[in-house]
């Protein structure tokens, strides 16, 4: 199920209920149950534009900082976690030492969440070199929105 799937069942579901019990003309139901749909699809929407922005503005930045910080952040977790349950394991096994890091709760989901924002990244790349192709205007229209 997608982001906006979610939203409308967790969120808009007990909102539907209670609209149903408080209002009594279903037609005045289904008019404020298509607003919230309306609302909540239109701010979901006006999030991943901003996201959009803010991935498109690193990965064409001037600096190789500000182009790779998120990769190699996620290097260096993934680093973490092939040591913890890969080689500190098998070190402990063979030869009795093995050091294992300490990965916190908050960096195991900045990781999870890292992974899907790479792969949507990598979407977006596509996407953009798609835009940019003979017809770059279209890219440039999408930007300045």
């Known amino acids: ?34 607003e919230i749909q309306r609302r909540l699809i239109d701010q979901q929407d006006a999030a991943l534009q901003a996201s959009m922005k803010v991935i498109l503005a690193e990965a064409t930045g001037e600096s190789w900082l500000q182009r790779n910080w998120r990769p190699l952040l996620m290097t260096v977790i993934v680093a973490i976690v092939g040591n913890n349950y890969l080689i500190a394991p098998y070190l402990g096994a063979m030869f009795g030492v093995g050091l294992q890091l300490e990965l916190p709760d908050a960096l195991w989901n900045l990781m999870t969440l890292g992974v899907g924002g790479y792969i949507a990244g990598r979407s977006g790349e596509k996407i953009i070199g798609t835009l940019r192709g003979p017809r770059g205007r279209l890219l440039d229209e999408i930007v300045t929105r």
């Open 1 to 34: 199920m997608n982001l906006i799937g979610n939203i409308l069942t967790t969120v808009a579901g007990p909102i539907f209920d209670v609209i149903d019990q408080a209002v009594e003309d279903k037609d005045q139901a289904n008019r404020l149950k298509a």
